[in-house]
């Protein structure tokens, strides 16, 4: 039976709906999605770096040996094999790191989606960093903290600012390595003081990790997860390592938390597909990514070189820029009277694209801000993009 015109349906959402807001920069894409744009905007891997063959291999023997095994429901907690890579490969003399204490998830997004439910309530007071991780601090918001933002510098968040306002903190979170969207890294100095100023406020330190191992000269640095595995919450990826569209990722905590983001986990999505995990093992477990990681960051070196030689030849007087060692990313800071979101407007038309600045902080956003991202785009597009931005600018100087 069909009902004849029935009246429009008036949805009654949830109240925490009000929080949900788009990604700045997932909508962005949608508008540089035009292959004559230069787009500096996105976060996503170079496809150039995509094992195809690699993965491709690895479907064909997980499919052809274990199918019947790969195609069905698995464990909440993640397929045991790679529960137990992902501890050996974190695991250094004094600081073992058992499989009970890895969860596989759907991405990092959604590892801290889960430690969202798990830690946070309404009203929960949140450090974060100035600024931040746009994809945590959406994830977060669905639950209601109140974000307090630590100040810091070239190097990162200051230590001693966390020690002054988060005595009644919920919880840090951190991106020490290469961090998004700012490039900078986290001192071993100031991450020896990080976690001791965590552990003597018993607050937990969500380390997220997702370009860690893409330091420029191979050589990063010691994990906090290693000098307090009992206050540390790690998480990890294989999208920046391997491919984003397998939705692969892990987090790494004391069992207690585990238990519980498990719990949260199987209210979600039961578990992580088996087959993508299966597969991620078979390609890795050999020492794959020991040759193939090397690969990624020779050719992100190259091309942040190459922006940052654009920016020196090209960008005016009056504005500065970080210069990663590692990663995907490059903070360019202009003139204070400049608004990077109506400067997107303009260089949308001049047909290069980047990320205004402002939606990546908790609290006072600086609205003359912007990240770039360079590891898509061939040296000789990033010059011409650099040049069109460039100009943009010096005409509002």
């Not at 700045?24 to 949608?30: M, N, V």
């Not at 479907?59 to 909440?76: E, F, I, M, N, T």
């Not at 039961?270 to 050999?286: F, I, R, S, W």
Request: aromatic share 8%; hydrophobic share 40%; charged share 20%.
């Amino acid at each position: 039976m069909k009902i004849e015109n029935p009246n429009p349906m008036q949805w009654q959402f949830a109240r925490r709906t009000e929080r949900l807001k788009s990604s700045a920069i997932r909508e962005i894409l949608k508008i540089t999605m035009q292959p004559e744009i230069i787009s500096f905007a996105g976060g996503l891997p170079s496809p150039a770096t995509f094992p195809v063959e690699k993965m491709r291999a690895a479907y064909d023997a997980v499919l052809s040996r274990h199918g019947k095994v790969a195609l069905q429901y698995g464990p909440s907690d993640g397929f045991a094999p790679l529960r137990a890579w992902v501890a050996d490969s974190l695991s250094i003399e004094g600081a073992r790191i058992l499989p009970e204490q890895v969860l596989m998830v759907s991405g990092s997004q959604q590892g801290l989606d889960l430690l969202g439910k798990v830690l946070i309530d309404e009203g929960s007071k949140v450090l974060v960093e100035t600024p931040s991780y746009l994809g945590a601090l959406q994830a977060f918001s669905v639950y209601g903290p109140e974000f307090a933002s630590v100040p810091g510098d070239e190097g990162g968040l200051i230590p001693e600012q966390v020690a002054a306002i988060g005595g009644d903190a919920r919880l840090l979170y951190a991106l020490p390595n290469f961090q998004n969207p700012t490039g900078r890294t986290l001192s071993l100095e100031r991450r020896q003081q990080l976690v001791e100023v965590c552990a003597r406020l018993g607050l937990p330190l969500i380390e997220d990790d997702p370009y860690g191992a893409l330091s420029y000269n191979g050589d990063p640095l010691p994990k906090m997860l290693t000098m307090n595995p009992g206050g540390v919450i790690y998480m990890g990826s294989f999208s920046k390592v391997l491919t984003p569209g397998i939705r692969l990722g892990y987090v790494v905590a004391p069992t207690a938390l585990i238990q519980k983001l498990e719990q949260a986990k199987q209210a979600a999505d039961l578990h992580t597909a088996q087959l993508t995990q299966m597969v991620v093992y078979e390609a890795v477990k050999d020492g794959f990514l020991q040759t193939h990681i090397p690969t990624i960051r020779k050719l992100y070196a190259d091309q942040c070189q190459a922006m940052l030689d654009a920016l020196q030849a090209s960008f005016p007087a009056g504005t500065s820029w970080t210069r990663p060692e590692g990663g995907m990313f490059i903070w360019v800071t202009l003139p204070k009277h400049i608004d990077t979101m109506q400067l997107l407007t303009e260089a949308v038309a001049a047909k290069v694209a980047f990320v205004p600045g402002a939606p990546f902080y908790a609290n006072n956003p600086q609205s003359n801000t912007l990240r770039l991202s360079f590891v898509t785009v061939p040296p000789e597009k990033i010059r011409e993009g650099v040049q069109s931005l460039a100009r943009l600018i010096a005409a509002k100087l």
